[in-house]
């Protein structure tokens, strides 16, 4: 919880990533994000503090807590062995249960954001639950205060993702998150293109023509007399459009799976304002 609030505070810092620090990949339509063409600072925050931020504390705490349980369970040499499977069998079924709730309902219904404060606002459930427990009452009280400080610091959902895709707060970037993952469509500086991204890597270029318009056109015209289309991939519908390039294709049944839906919500933003 600790690396989340000192993360959600940082991320105001985080730097912008213009086209200087994308290049091209192999493949056209795609790029790569290299730390090395940035500036050496940006990139050292937002590769290895943020990182450190976000994954450092709850590691070391979570490593702590195994040494306090094992102190507090191993008191009875008869009773160890029994008390050491309830513990790990609550803990097992703790994240289980957790993984189930933030991935299936919290994530889709309320955002990453959200799903963070209320993981957070578990631990000022368990400081109140201390408070009234134990003596220890400044101790509780201090450590609900700052959780609650830090409840206070996380962005919202939007403000969050842009800031981790690179961007600045643009009205012109779309952003869509749901059980599956998280869809982003953001302007390409100095252009009339725009990057469609697929769980933080650009996938696709608007207008199309890059790789996964080869990867449509391909196959159909390699084997013209297909009597169908079958496409599995993220949504940003390039590799489909593609496919369509053939009189003979566009007769055809497509069996189109899209393995991140979210990636349709940002794209129906021109549909909008009637580009296409």
């Not at 609550?90 to 993984?99: D, V």
Request: aromatic share 8%; charged share 10%.
């Amino acid at each position: 919880m600790l690396g989340l609030g000192l993360s959600t505070g940082h991320f105001r810092n985080l730097p912008h990533l213009t086209d200087s620090s994308r290049v091209p990949s192999k493949t056209a339509g795609n790029c790569l994000i290299r730390p090395g063409l940035a500036e050496p600072v940006p990139s050292l925050l937002l590769y290895l503090v943020l990182p450190s931020l976000l994954m450092g504390p709850s590691t070391a705490v979570m490593g702590y807590s195994f040494s306090l349980l094992q102190k507090g369970i191993q008191k009875d040499p008869t009773a160890s062995g029994y008390r050491v499977g309830v513990f790990q069998a609550g803990n097992i079924l703790g994240c289980t249960i957790g993984s189930l709730l933030c991935g299936l309902w919290l994530l889709d219904d309320f955002g990453t954001s959200n799903t963070l404060r209320a993981m957070m606002f578990i631990g000022v459930i368990m400081a109140a639950i201390g408070m009234i427990s134990t003596t220890s009452r400044i101790r509780f009280t201090t450590m609900m205060i700052i959780i609650l400080m830090l409840i206070a610091f996380i962005p919202t959902n939007s403000a969050l993702w842009v800031r981790l895709h690179g961007q600045s707060g643009s009205s012109e970037i779309r952003i869509a998150e749901d059980m599956t993952g998280i869809s982003a469509l953001t302007p390409k500086a100095n252009s009339q293109n725009w990057w469609i991204w697929a769980n933080g890597k650009t996938q696709s270029l608007l207008p199309y023509g890059g790789f996964h318009t080869k990867l449509g056109v391909l196959p159909v015209t390699l084997v013209p007399d297909a009597g169908s289309v079958a496409i599995i991939g993220l949504g940003s519908g390039d590799t489909a459009w593609a496919a369509a390039c053939r009189t003979t294709t566009k007769q055809m049944p497509f069996d189109i799976t899209a393995l991140l839906p979210a990636t349709s919500t940002p794209l129906n933003f021109f549909s909008s304002v009637g580009e296409s």
